[in-house]
Protein backbone atom coordinates (compact mmCIF):
# COMPACT_ATOMS: atom_id res chain seq x y z
CA UNK A 1 0.00 0.00 0.00
CA UNK A 2 1.62 3.27 -1.44
CA UNK A 3 0.79 6.04 0.84
CA UNK A 4 2.65 8.27 -0.71
CA UNK A 5 2.82 8.44 -4.58
CA UNK A 6 5.08 10.63 -6.97
CA UNK A 7 3.91 9.79 -10.47
CA UNK A 8 6.83 11.54 -12.47
CA UNK A 9 10.12 9.38 -11.88
CA UNK A 10 11.97 12.50 -14.26
CA UNK A 11 11.44 15.99 -14.81
CA UNK A 12 13.64 17.89 -16.99
CA UNK A 13 13.50 21.30 -17.28
CA UNK A 14 15.45 24.90 -18.58
CA UNK A 15 17.51 26.82 -15.96
CA UNK A 16 16.11 29.85 -15.43
CA UNK A 17 12.34 28.16 -15.10
CA UNK A 18 10.08 26.93 -12.92
CA UNK A 19 10.31 23.05 -11.72
CA UNK A 20 7.04 21.89 -10.47
CA UNK A 21 7.55 18.57 -8.42
CA UNK A 22 3.91 16.68 -7.23
CA UNK A 23 3.10 14.65 -4.58
CA UNK A 24 0.20 12.81 -4.14
CA UNK A 25 -1.27 10.90 -0.77
CA UNK A 26 -4.31 8.24 0.40
CA UNK A 27 -3.47 8.67 4.47
CA UNK A 28 -5.85 11.36 5.51
CA UNK A 29 -3.91 10.84 8.93
CA UNK A 30 -1.25 12.61 7.48
CA UNK A 31 -0.76 16.27 9.25
CA UNK A 32 3.26 17.05 8.13
CA UNK A 33 4.62 16.89 4.98
CA UNK A 34 8.27 17.51 4.29
CA UNK A 35 10.58 17.11 0.62
CA UNK A 36 14.16 16.18 0.80
CA UNK A 37 16.30 16.34 -1.67
CA UNK A 38 18.72 13.28 -2.27
CA UNK A 39 22.57 13.58 -4.52
CA UNK A 40 23.58 10.27 -5.09
CA UNK A 41 26.25 8.93 -2.73
CA UNK A 42 24.48 10.77 0.07
CA UNK A 43 21.28 11.08 2.25
CA UNK A 44 18.48 12.90 1.57
CA UNK A 45 18.99 16.76 2.57
CA UNK A 46 15.86 18.24 3.99
CA UNK A 47 14.57 21.10 2.14
CA UNK A 48 10.95 22.37 3.40
CA UNK A 49 8.20 21.00 4.96
CA UNK A 50 4.57 22.38 5.45
CA UNK A 51 1.62 21.63 8.10
CA UNK A 52 -1.52 20.60 7.32
CA UNK A 53 -2.97 23.58 9.10
CA UNK A 54 -0.83 25.76 6.15
CA UNK A 55 -1.57 25.46 2.58
CA UNK A 56 1.76 27.14 1.54
CA UNK A 57 5.78 27.26 2.66
CA UNK A 58 7.96 29.59 0.86
CA UNK A 59 11.54 29.82 1.65
CA UNK A 60 13.73 31.71 -0.91
CA UNK A 61 13.06 29.79 -4.30
CA UNK A 62 11.73 26.47 -2.78
CA UNK A 63 7.59 26.84 -1.85
CA UNK A 64 4.97 24.03 -0.91
CA UNK A 65 2.17 23.62 -1.37
CA UNK A 66 -0.52 21.70 0.30
CA UNK A 67 -4.02 21.06 -1.43
CA UNK A 68 -6.06 18.85 1.83
CA UNK A 69 -8.84 18.36 -0.26
CA UNK A 70 -7.16 16.62 -3.15
CA UNK A 71 -4.42 14.86 -0.72
CA UNK A 72 -2.15 16.48 -3.20
CA UNK A 73 1.17 18.56 -2.72
CA UNK A 74 3.39 20.52 -4.87
CA UNK A 75 7.28 21.63 -4.79
CA UNK A 76 8.27 24.87 -6.66
CA UNK A 77 11.49 25.90 -7.40
CA UNK A 78 12.16 29.45 -9.19
CA UNK A 79 14.20 29.96 -11.05
CA UNK A 80 15.55 26.33 -11.54
CA UNK A 81 19.61 25.83 -11.65
CA UNK A 82 21.85 23.36 -12.64
CA UNK A 83 22.60 22.65 -9.27
CA UNK A 84 19.10 21.70 -8.41
CA UNK A 85 19.33 18.83 -10.42
CA UNK A 86 18.68 15.85 -7.98
CA UNK A 87 16.59 13.43 -6.40
CA UNK A 88 13.20 14.83 -5.23
CA UNK A 89 11.13 12.80 -2.09
CA UNK A 90 8.03 14.00 -0.89
CA UNK A 91 7.33 12.24 2.32
CA UNK A 92 4.61 12.67 4.96
CA UNK A 93 4.24 12.22 9.10
CA UNK A 94 0.68 10.73 11.25
CA UNK A 95 2.23 11.61 14.53
CA UNK A 96 -1.14 10.57 16.13
CA UNK A 97 -1.74 7.41 14.81
CA UNK A 98 2.21 6.25 12.95
CA UNK A 99 4.38 7.94 15.52
CA UNK A 100 7.75 9.51 14.19
CA UNK A 101 8.01 7.27 11.10
CA UNK A 102 8.08 9.40 7.74
CA UNK A 103 6.51 7.62 4.92
CA UNK A 104 8.45 8.57 1.66
CA UNK A 105 7.18 8.94 -2.03
CA UNK A 106 9.50 6.72 -4.66
CA UNK A 107 11.23 10.21 -5.67
CA UNK A 108 11.40 12.11 -8.83
CA UNK A 109 14.71 12.81 -10.89
CA UNK A 110 14.63 16.37 -11.46
CA UNK A 111 17.29 17.52 -14.51
CA UNK A 112 17.82 20.95 -14.82
CA UNK A 113 19.60 21.68 -17.89
CA UNK A 114 22.05 24.98 -18.40
CA UNK B 1 31.03 18.52 10.46
CA UNK B 2 28.64 17.91 13.71
CA UNK B 3 26.38 16.34 11.13
CA UNK B 4 24.57 12.12 11.40
CA UNK B 5 27.78 10.29 10.22
CA UNK B 6 27.71 6.32 9.59
CA UNK B 7 29.79 4.03 9.40
CA UNK B 8 30.64 1.78 6.98
CA UNK B 9 29.76 3.54 3.99
CA UNK B 10 30.04 0.51 1.90
CA UNK B 11 29.87 -3.04 2.71
CA UNK B 12 30.02 -6.16 0.77
CA UNK B 13 29.25 -9.68 2.65
CA UNK B 14 28.35 -13.13 1.64
CA UNK B 15 24.97 -14.57 2.08
CA UNK B 16 24.72 -15.91 5.57
CA UNK B 17 27.53 -13.76 7.20
CA UNK B 18 26.33 -11.04 9.49
CA UNK B 19 27.24 -7.14 9.59
CA UNK B 20 27.13 -4.37 11.91
CA UNK B 21 26.28 -1.11 11.35
CA UNK B 22 27.07 2.31 12.99
CA UNK B 23 24.96 5.42 13.56
CA UNK B 24 26.79 8.87 15.11
CA UNK B 25 23.47 11.23 14.93
CA UNK B 26 23.82 14.85 15.92
CA UNK B 27 24.49 15.51 19.36
CA UNK B 28 22.08 16.86 20.73
CA UNK B 29 19.14 14.99 19.15
CA UNK B 30 17.35 12.54 21.18
CA UNK B 31 15.79 10.65 18.67
CA UNK B 32 17.69 8.17 16.37
CA UNK B 33 15.93 6.63 13.50
CA UNK B 34 16.80 3.53 10.60
CA UNK B 35 15.20 3.49 7.25
CA UNK B 36 16.28 1.30 4.14
CA UNK B 37 16.12 2.02 0.57
CA UNK B 38 16.52 0.13 -2.59
CA UNK B 39 16.74 1.51 -5.91
CA UNK B 40 13.86 3.32 -7.42
CA UNK B 41 12.45 3.66 -4.10
CA UNK B 42 12.30 5.83 -1.63
CA UNK B 43 13.27 5.35 2.18
CA UNK B 44 11.16 2.73 4.06
CA UNK B 45 11.39 3.09 7.96
CA UNK B 46 12.75 0.26 9.99
CA UNK B 47 13.30 1.52 13.76
CA UNK B 48 13.64 4.37 15.99
CA UNK B 49 14.82 5.30 19.18
CA UNK B 50 14.02 7.90 21.77
CA UNK B 51 17.26 8.19 24.45
CA UNK B 52 18.34 4.64 24.48
CA UNK B 53 14.22 2.82 24.20
CA UNK B 54 13.47 1.25 20.92
CA UNK B 55 9.69 2.64 20.85
CA UNK B 56 8.86 1.94 16.95
CA UNK B 57 9.35 -1.11 14.78
CA UNK B 58 8.15 -1.74 11.86
CA UNK B 59 7.13 -5.30 10.14
CA UNK B 60 10.18 -4.88 7.85
CA UNK B 61 12.15 -5.53 10.91
CA UNK B 62 12.67 -9.30 10.66
CA UNK B 63 13.96 -11.55 12.95
CA UNK B 64 17.50 -11.06 11.61
CA UNK B 65 17.63 -7.55 12.12
CA UNK B 66 18.10 -6.11 15.67
CA UNK B 67 19.17 -2.74 16.51
CA UNK B 68 20.54 -0.97 19.75
CA UNK B 69 21.32 2.36 21.00
CA UNK B 70 22.79 1.58 24.58
CA UNK B 71 24.04 5.29 26.32
CA UNK B 72 20.89 7.07 24.19
CA UNK B 73 24.27 7.95 22.06
CA UNK B 74 25.08 5.76 18.96
CA UNK B 75 23.07 3.65 17.80
CA UNK B 76 24.32 -0.05 15.43
CA UNK B 77 21.81 -1.81 13.52
CA UNK B 78 22.88 -5.45 13.01
CA UNK B 79 21.72 -8.39 10.15
CA UNK B 80 22.53 -11.70 11.22
CA UNK B 81 22.75 -14.59 8.52
CA UNK B 82 22.20 -11.95 5.62
CA UNK B 83 20.48 -12.61 2.40
CA UNK B 84 20.70 -11.03 -1.42
CA UNK B 85 17.81 -9.66 -0.55
CA UNK B 86 19.03 -7.91 2.36
CA UNK B 87 21.32 -5.61 -0.08
CA UNK B 88 20.61 -1.72 -0.05
CA UNK B 89 21.08 1.33 1.26
CA UNK B 90 20.65 1.70 5.29
CA UNK B 91 20.31 5.23 6.05
CA UNK B 92 19.92 6.88 9.91
CA UNK B 93 18.47 10.17 10.98
CA UNK B 94 18.01 11.91 13.97
CA UNK B 95 15.88 14.65 15.36
CA UNK B 96 14.58 16.66 18.92
CA UNK B 97 11.53 15.20 20.28
CA UNK B 98 9.02 17.92 19.28
CA UNK B 99 10.49 18.06 15.89
CA UNK B 100 9.34 16.60 12.41
CA UNK B 101 12.04 17.27 10.56
CA UNK B 102 14.51 14.29 9.92
CA UNK B 103 18.29 14.80 9.37
CA UNK B 104 19.36 11.58 7.33
CA UNK B 105 23.74 10.68 7.44
CA UNK B 106 25.09 9.35 4.02
CA UNK B 107 23.72 5.78 4.46
CA UNK B 108 25.96 2.82 4.65
CA UNK B 109 24.95 0.70 0.64
CA UNK B 110 25.26 -3.07 1.87
CA UNK B 111 25.85 -5.58 -0.91
CA UNK B 112 25.16 -9.48 -0.41
CA UNK B 113 26.96 -11.88 -2.83
Known amino acids: DQQVKQNSPSLSVQEGRISILNCDYT??????FLWYKKYPAEGPTFLIS?????DKNEDGRFTVFLNKSAKHLSLHIVPSQPGDSAVYFC?????????????FGEGTQLTVNP | DTGVSQDPRHKITKRGQNVTFRCDPI?????LYWYRQTLGQGPEFLTY????????KSRLLSDRFSAERPKGSFSTLEIQRTEQGDSAMYLC???????????FGPGTRLTVT
Open chain 2, 93 to 103: ASSLVRQYEQY
Open chain 1, 27 to 32: NSMFDY
Open chain 1, 50 to 54: ISSIK
Open chain 1, 91 to 103: AASARETSGSRLT
Open chain 2, 27 to 31: SEHNR
Open chain 2, 49 to 56: FQNEAQLE
